[in-house]
């Protein structure tokens, strides 16, 4: 069985935190954070690589951390400082551990940032 769970999102206000967690089951490998916003692209937000190097988008880079548990089939993101225009469904992609690459996708989380 695959299956991506995410948890975390929610309500804050502007200023706070958010933590979402991300776990895998089925040989897949969770790698990214993205998140989408009405009547917007999916957008990249976080990025970690199997040897644990990251990436961030600029709107988000010094305020989120994209990081791995030791098991490795879970990641975080951890969103601090949070603006209105954080706001989103927020979803995690995982890849195949082995084999042919194919991408799979959580259902996504919504956070929501008040002013």
């Known amino acids: 069985q695959v299956q991506l769970v995410e948890s975390g999102g929610g309500l804050v206000q502007a200023g706070g935190s958010l933590r979402l967690s991300c776990t895998a089951s089925g040989n897949i490998a969770p790698r990214a954070w993205y998140r989408q916003a009405p009547g917007k692209q999916r957008e990249l937000v976080a990025s970690i690589t199997s040897g644990g190097n990251t990436n961030y988008a600029d709107s988000v880079k010094g305020r989120f951390t994209i990081s791995r548990a030791t098991a490795k089939n879970t990641i975080f993101l951890q969103m601090n400082s949070l603006k209105p225009e954080d706001t989103a469904v927020y979803y995690c992609?995982?890849?195949?551990?082995?084999?042919?690459?194919?991408?799979?996708w959580g259902q996504g989380t919504q956070v929501t940032v008040s002013s």
């Open positions: 992609k995982a890849v195949k551990a082995v084999g042919w690459p194919t991408e799979y």
